[in-house]
């Protein structure tokens, strides 16, 4: 069975750090599209950022510049480094990889931006 699990959320101070990670447990092959997610309380889920397996990029405006998505094929690991985080960054962040066997989702990690 399959089971991705997120960590590296935390709270932060306006202007800080953090780095997501998901990593995938079991067996599961042939990754090709990896993503962060977040939903913010009363808001609707939002696409963050997103990774193909050859590493092409896309990015939510409001994150452009200042978050970095990235991936280790080898390790079936997706990271998120997130840098100069705002409040309205705060939310809980969610991963999805997508692949031949199916669609998969973590349980979700809060992030908190606040002094």
């Known amino acids: 069975q399959v089971q991705l699990v997120e960590s590296g959320g935390g709270l932060v101070q306006p202007g800080g750090s953090l780095r997501l990670s998901c990593a995938a447990s079991g067996r599961i092959f042939n990754i090709y599209d990896m993503d962060w997610y977040r939903q913010a309380p009363g808001k609707q889920r939002e696409l963050v950022a997103g990774i193909t397996r050859s590493g092409s990029t896309n990015y939510a405006d409001s994150v452009k510049g200042r978050f970095t998505i990235s991936r280790d094929n080898a390790k079936n690991t997706l990271y998120l480094q997130m840098d100069s985080l705002k409040p309205e960054d705060t939310a809980v962040y969610s991963c999805?990889?997508?692949?031949?066997?199916?669609?998969?989702w973590g349980q979700g990690t809060q992030v908190t931006v606040s002094s």
């Open positions: 999805n990889f997508r692949s031949l066997q199916g669609d998969y």
